[in-house]
């Protein structure tokens, strides 16, 4: 059984690749190195024993993506990661992230729809939800209007998924909104690895920590929370790439009748920013650098999921602590700084 991994050789993709090589499927993989690189796959399969099948090129090429969908027609399911992620970046260049992330997934609807491919796993993302009315969010909370352009693309991209499904039965599809995703694998051979400085709040925090930067600033100390720091659903990388494969086979099994269904994944606690500074402070020994500052424009005040459709219907839940999280986060910022 072949998968499709666009973006397998970042973050959760390069995860998601390893756990899906562990049950048993055969992947392919596409990146065009835009925040990776190519000792990725040389990590995968130190990891797994297996070399994933790859190629490199870009999904907004429809030429080049149209070639690819019919050379890998058995493939039996699509797990789409390739997108620009950088809310900040998202607002100073508007036209290329929509471009990116809105054309990539065009260009692969059609390379589906052309070979009769049936399945598709979206990265999607709880900036959909905007700050929600009602906290935890569920997938039924209403979808706000998007605060950023990357926001935008993920709302723009399930409405995109949703028309294409009803047009051309045949597709279907998961989207999975993701909280905040941290940590890394237990090897430490794969981890994120952002470009430049770090927008994120995990790697902000190893990289201080290992002298790269020389402080963190913690975006804003006056919220209504209960150390006044903002609130995320942080959720090890490991778990949600778990989660992937159970939507694979979730509907390669054909076990739901729906075309198209959605899933929260977090892990249904929220963490303030301190929360995790004090976790890592406790599991790597280090004493962080931070100062509290004024609020990030754009950041929502609190946001944590209600799992409990993803735990009952996909059988899944997150079981990894935050101690977990940040202690693998930490092991991988080592394991990088000794390989440079
Ligand atoms: C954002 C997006 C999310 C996207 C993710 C990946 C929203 C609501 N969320 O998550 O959809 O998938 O980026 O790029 O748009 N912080 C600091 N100091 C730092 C960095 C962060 O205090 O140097 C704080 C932030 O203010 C926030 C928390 O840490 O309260 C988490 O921030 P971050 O890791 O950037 O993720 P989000 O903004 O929640």
Known sequence: ????????TGFIGSHTVVELQQKGF????????????PEVLDNIEKISGIRPEF?????????????????????????????????GESVQKPLTYYRNNLQSLMNILDGMRENNIPNLVFSSSCTVYGQPDDLPVKETSPIKKAWSPYGNTKQISEDI???????????????????????????????????????????????????LRPQLSVFGSDYNTHDGTAIRDYIHVVDLAQAHVVAV??????????????????????????????SFEKTSGQKLNYILVDR????????????????????????????EMTSSAWNWEQALSKRK
């Open 249 to 278: 086979e979730r509907m390669i099994g054909k076990i739901s009748e729906k075309s198209f269904e959605v899933f929260n994944l977090g892990t249904g606690n929220g963490l303030s920013v301190l929360d995790v500074i004090n």
């Open 55 to 87: 190629e490199a090129f870009d999904l907004i090429d429809q030429t080049r993506t149209s070639a690819f969908f019919k050379k890998h027609y058995e493939l039996q399911g699509v797990i789409h990661f390739a997108a620009f992620k950088a809310v």
């Open 26 to 37: 055969d992947v392919v993989v596409v990146d065009n190195f835009s925040n990776s690189n």
């Open 161 to 211: 998924i949703t028309d294409t499904i009803t047009a051309y039965v045949g597709i279907r599809a998961i989207a999975l909104r993701y909280f905040n995703p941290i940590g890394a694998h237990d090897s430490a051979l794969i981890g994120e690895l952002p470009l430049g400085v770090p927008n994120n709040l995990m790697p902000f925090i190893t990289q201080t920590a290992i002298g």
């Open 296 to 323: 990030r424009p754009g950041d929502v005040e609190q946001v944590w999921a209600d799992t409990s459709f993803a735990n009952e219907v996909l059988g899944w839940k997150a079981v990894k602590t935050v101690d």
């Open 1 to 8: 059984m072949k998968i499709l991994v666009t973006g397998g």
